[in-house]
């Protein structure tokens, strides 16, 4: 029987075997090796691109954060919380009214009636219509400082004047809402306008403040009786 | 080595040349596999460097986030109850500043010869007023105000809705007009 692989062919695989080993070995890396080292590169890759949004997001939260004076996010949340609640408060609505009463009065327009308060409300906003009486001149002056009256946040809807001693009625809406906590690492977004809107709040409440005078403590007038035997009959 | 120089000296030379065809595309492809390898090794040795300095800078700030947490919750606050403040002051009707603009035309305060005896205006600046007049003449006078260049541009809609005349009245003229300001900011 005649042999397949000739003697001289034989001699020159065994001259040729590192070779011959080479094109395996090098058809295992090709093959195996390097789509392996290729498919960690790859995930890896994506790795840092999940890592680069989150670190993006941390660093825009921070400098978000960090262009807030701490006791200004505290003042502005302070005057946010009061003037828009997360739930509404009967009592501090008529606290509220009492309050746009007196700075009624302050710019002679005389309230003469309250709607119920409690029954015309939608979601977050209560609508309470009111009637009074004075000039039209009053009325506007009254407006003017009408969005923070009582430390809340107000809005007119309508008004209606009939005669020439203006008696009016018009419509204001009062504001609550709960505000959803931030569920896990988000980003955090925050609106200059926004902020903006919570600013002039601020600056409408301090102008418009209108201190209690039955809080009001005249340091001068206090005396204070002492009694040296307190025990002493 | 034996070698039979007559007979397979020819084939001898086509096999070994295909061993040097080989020898050479294998020479060739090991350099190519070593320079890929070296370069996937550099690269992913690299992203492995870059991977843990975002590991740790990631950490760091995570750390702050967790001291932050007060803040950013009473932020994330702000600007949502901003957005509704933001949102009611837009829609709110401005009734000063309406007064403002309308008070030169109108003459809120009554004179002589004319006194506003309605005004109901609403927050989508639907606006209705009444005026009456003491002659007729005062009513001329004040028509030509009503349809005077300056206050129809204060409108998006207007128009005279009724006139009428009551003689058994001192207010003998009744003027009632209707129509759409236009919003408050665009006219200060």
Redesign the interface.
Known sequence: MKPKI????L??IK??AF??F??FF?TA??VV??PF??K??LQ??Q??EK??E??EK??S??Q??DA?E?FD??R??SV??E??PSTEDGLNVLASLEYFSNQALRNNFFITSYSNPFTKSSE?VLSISIEGTG???S???L??SL?TAGNR?I??????????EANAV?AL?Y?S?K?P??KG?KE????E??????R??QNSLEKNYIPDPSLELDSNNQTYQTNPDPFGS | MKINLIYKQEKYRKIEKKFKIIRYTIIFVGIVAFITVAILFFLTFSQNAIYSELTSQKSVYLRNATQNQEKEKKVHLLDKKGALIKEGMQNELQFASYYQILDPFLQFESTSSSEVDSLAVDKDGEITFSKNFYSFSDLLANLSIFESQSFIDLFETAGIEDMSLNSQSSNQYSLTFSGQIKPAKELE
Do not use: P, W
């Open positions: 000739s003697r001289f062919t001699q020159l001259k040729n070779f011959l080479g094109i090098f890396i090709f090796f390097i080292q290729l960690g590169y890896i890759k790795e840092i890592e680069e989150e670190v941390l660093v939260n921070q978000k954060i807030f701490t996010i505290d502005l949340y946010v919380e003037a828009v977050g000039s039209v001149k009325l506007a002056g407006m003017q969005q946040f809005t007119l809807d309508n008004v209606e004047i009939t005669g020439t018009f809406n504001y809402k505000i906590e931030m690492a955090l977004f925050v609106s306008d926004n902020i903006e809107a919570v002039q709040v």
